[in-house]
């Protein structure tokens, strides 16, 4: 097993990724190459961990090898800003493209998804040297382009690190998943753990009436965040407060997961087919529940917040409880005016609100279009972030989505009471 770099909640947190404003005139050109490099760094920091082999795994069709993580951000730049933006510049290797493309159809081909971990070729290591031939290029890019030019350069740069960013806690949660078929329960970082909870107890009152979500144009924003628009508040409660695994404790006691009058029929298929019991990651031990964490197989600690639930099983845990899954824009309101703890840097939350777009939302022309509005089908929407986020990236308009059977993430809930 390779050698563990420190990769602790507060370690991996230290470099924020703080990109100047984009309207800053002139442009500071250091700011941008510095934000750059942080984030890139940060990518490399999170992989040194792992073994070659480590980073060739692909233990499902969801998670990728941090290899392809790795090269895929770096296609990212070469194909949206390199290419475009510097005249004369050679690609590392042409047939890459084809590898590293995630879903970009208007791009070209692409290596299927599940055969993601058939490319041992790059090596890790050539790898590496892909990665430095791009950033040495998007350094002369930032450095030498006119004002006019640059422009034109950085809207993309910007998305293409926040991009990064995404696939940084990816890379954390599918190796996760990776080492959790391991028998031997591997560890990334031994140091590392969940953090604490806030725990403040009670509910907070949601005022009934119109407000507005959405982008308000401060700073930046996936366009699936957008526009801003006025929506209706019912009115009710929310917890302040995360559900915590002494919370689910409760539920799987009372048969849970064994009661079909609880969950979504969907839902109580996914129990049956994968023999669901627990949250992912947990396991059944003679003193207890364990859960597979980057630190390895640890006992499952009561106080923290529950982490690896899906959609389906956080919608039965509010019917078992009498409650409800608050509404995307009900969270949103409630963090915007800071009525719950824990909404960023534990767990994402999940909402009863489907994936779907905003009234009038357009995606972006051009294959940066695909990014978020092709997927508005058959998902729902968390908020917040989780201790796996990358500093800088969380902000209380994010909507984040998977498909309700999907808990490899650290996905976990909140609870809340609607008014009938």
């Known amino acids: 097993m390779a050698a563990s770099a420190a990769l602790s909640h507060s370690d991996a947190h230290r470099a ?18 510095a934000a750059f490099r942080t984030v ?20 499902m069709e969801d998670a990728s090898p941090t290899k392809w993580h790795r090269a895929h951000t770096t296609w990212f730049f070469e194909q949206f800003l390199l290419a475009e933006h510097l005249p004369g510049y050679r690609p590392y290797d042409e047939r890459l493209h084809y590898l590293f493309n995630s879903y970009y159809v208007q791009a070209g081909p692409r290596q299927p998804r599940f055969l993601r971990g058939m490319i041992t070729r790059p090596t ?44 940084q ?60 628009h006025e929506t209706l508040i019912l009115g009710g409660a929310i917890d302040r407060g995360l559900v915590t695994n002494r919370d689910w404790l409760g539920f799987i006691e009372d048969g849970g997961y064994t009661r079909p009058e609880l969950w979504l029929n969907d839902g109580w298929l996914c129990v049956q087919r994968d023999g669901w019991e627990a949250p992912g990651y947990w396991r059944r031990e003679a003193e207890g529940w364990s859960i597979m964490t980057l630190a390895g197989r640890k006992p499952v600690d009561p106080d923290g917040p529950v982490s690896h639930v899906s959609y389906f099983e956080a919608d039965a845990y509010a019917r078992w409880a009498g409650r409800d899954l608050p509404t995307e824009a009900e969270w949103e309101v409630a963090a915007r005016d800071g009525l719950i703890d824990d909404a960023f840097g534990l767990v994402w939350q999940w909402t009863r609100s489907a994936y779907g777009p905003y009234p009038g939302y357009r995606p972006v022309s051009g294959a940066l279009g695909e990014y978020n509005g092709k997927f508005m089908s058959g998902q729902y929407v968390l908020r917040g972030s989780s201790v796996a986020t990358s500093e800088g990236h969380a902000r209380v308009g994010y909507r984040n989505f998977f498909y309700p059977h999907q808990r490899w993430q650290f996905t976990g809930l909140r609870l809340a009471d609607a008014i009938a």
Not at 138 to 167: F, N, W
Not at 196 to 216: F, M, N, S, V, Y
């Open 16 to 33: 924020a990724f703080p990109p100047p404003p984009l309207d800053a005139k002139p442009a500071d050109r250091d700011a941008w190459i």
């Open 169 to 228: 806690e990816l890379m954390h949660t599918d190796i996760l998943h990776a080492f959790s078929q391991n028998p031997l329960d591997p560890v990334v970082d031994a140091a590392w753990a969940m953090p604490t909870p806030k725990a403040t107890p009670g509910k907070a009152a949601l005022e009934k009436g119109i407000t507005r979500i959405g982008h308000d144009g401060t700073g930046f924003a996936f366009d699936n965040e957008s526009p801003r």
């Open 40 to 59: 890139r760094d940060e990518t490399e920091r999170r992989a040194a961990p792992l073994s070659p082999e480590d980073q060739q795994i692909q233990s």
């Open 124 to 167: 890790a290591e050539e790898t590496a040297g892909y990665r430095a031939h791009v950033d040495r290029a998007v350094t002369v890019l930032l450095r030498e382009a006119s004002d006019d030019a640059l422009a034109k350069i950085l809207p993309v740069l910007e998305i293409g690190l926040y991009h990064e960013q995404q696939h």
